[in-house]
């Protein structure tokens, strides 16, 4: 099991910036990848950005140049941060941390929403 802990949503003018961070704990040992998705109203869950536990990072075509991921781990959790730049509209949407075991298996927060509005 993964207990999955978010924070870093919120209100933000179109510009602007914020940093999502997502703190992973239980059986960190098999974590393959942790990331974020977002859903906004009326629209599917997206891929926003992933970061494998060789640093690999992928990102959306719609936040790339403007979205960086990175992990920290230690002995009792792993966490991941999101921070996003020059935040537009179109950013606006709940916001969900990903976690993927080598096994397949997905946990998912509980969602955090990011608004982007003047």
């Known amino acids: 099991q993964v207990q999955l802990v978010e924070s870093g949503g919120g209100l933000v003018q179109p510009g602007g910036s914020l940093r999502l961070s997502c703190a992973a704990s239980g059986s960190i040992f098999r974590i393959r990848a942790m990331g974020w998705y977002r859903q906004a109203p009326g629209q599917q869950r997206e891929l926003v950005a992933s970061?494998?536990?060789?640093?690999?990072?992928?990102?959306a075509d719609s936040v790339k140049g403007r979205s960086t991921i990175a992990s920290a781990r230690d002995a009792a959790k792993n966490t991941v941060y999101l921070q996003m730049d020059n935040l537009k509209p179109e950013d606006t949407a709940v916001y969900y941390c990903?976690?993927?075991?080598?096994?397949?298996?997905?946990?998912w927060g509980q969602g955090t929403q990011v608004t982007v509005s003047s």
């Open positions: 990903n976690v993927r075991q080598f096994t397949g298996r997905d946990y």
């Open positions: 970061i494998t536990n060789g640093d690999t990072a992928t990102y």
